[in-house]
């Protein structure tokens, strides 16, 4: 099967400037997350998605973070606008389902990331 | 709130040796606990969760993981390690109770020296 999908790989920006992620989970996979690892720690949850709806967004900074999920199949992550400590990667992921009883052991399928770095 | 520690930043391992990765978990009801892999410039993939039943979990590439309730502990092992293995190792825990949000460790660096 295909695998999470992720665009751009890589995105250079200056401070207070906006910019967008794009991701496409694996086919039927209901749930997608969003993910932020800055270097050297753990991947952080920004946001969660069942269908195209949102679970959990408990963690983005919704000042300056946006996140959709339009139709229930891609999403969009923009960051409007972007600061220092933004700086990290951004992974994406999808699974099964999630939140419902006995559904939580489905395990999350990542993308290879977007690559972050604002001057 | 449920929250994940792996105490070693790095583990260094001579090839052909024993390999452990150390995790210890936190949470209010039963855990579901996961161990992803990431190697460079790659997104993270799974190698083996533990549910319920046997404590003694195996996944892939020959890792497995001992679930021990006693010390909330969730440690990844493999017999004989490879230098393939050189990897970031990071622990997950999800908790049913608190909404089936997975919150994972800071990450292990692997080094195994040929």
């Known amino acids: 099967e295909a695998g999470v999908a992720q665009s751009p790989r890589y995105k250079i920006i200056e401070k207070r400037q906006s910019v967008a992620f794009w991701c496409n989970p694996i086919?039927?996979?209901?749930?997608l997350y969003w993910y932020q690892q800055i270097l050297g720690q753990g991947p952080k949850l920004l946001i969660q998605?069942?269908?195209?709806?949102?679970?959990?967004d408990s963690q983005l900074p919704k000042d300056r973070f946006s996140a959709e999920r339009l139709k229930g199949v891609d999403s969009t992550l923009k960051i409007q606008p972007a600061k220092l400590e933004d700086s990290a990667v951004y992974l994406c992921?999808?699974?099964?389902?999630?939140?419902?009883?006995?559904?939580?052991?489905?395990?999350?399928?990542f993308g290879n990331g977007t690559r972050l770095t604002v001057t | 709130a449920q929250s994940v520690a792996q105490p070693e930043d790095q583990v260094n391992v001579a090839e052909g040796n024993p390999l452990t990765v150390k995790c210890t978990y936190s949470?209010?009801?039963?855990?579901?606990l996961f161990w992803y892999v990431q190697y460079p410039n790659r997104g993270l993939q799974f190698l083996l969760k533990?549910?319920?039943?046997?404590?003694l979990v195996k996944g892939s590439y020959g890792f497995e993981a001992e679930f021990n309730k006693s010390q909330t502990s969730f440690h990844l092992k493999k017999p004989s390690a490879l230098v393939s293995d050189s990897a970031l190792y990071f622990c997950?825990?999800?908790?049913?109770?608190?909404?089936?949000?997975?919150?994972f460790g800071g990450g292990t660096r692997v080094l195994v020296k040929p």
């Open positions: 949470v209010s009801g039963n855990p579901y």
């Open positions: 533990y549910i319920t039943g046997d404590n």
């Open positions: 086919s039927g996979h209901a749930t």
């Open positions: 997950a825990v999800r908790d049913k109770a608190a909404g089936n949000k997975l919150t």
């Open positions: 998605f069942q269908n195209n709806g949102v679970v959990d």
């Open positions: 992921a999808s699974s099964l389902r999630s939140g419902e009883a006995g559904s939580g052991n489905s395990p999350l399928h």
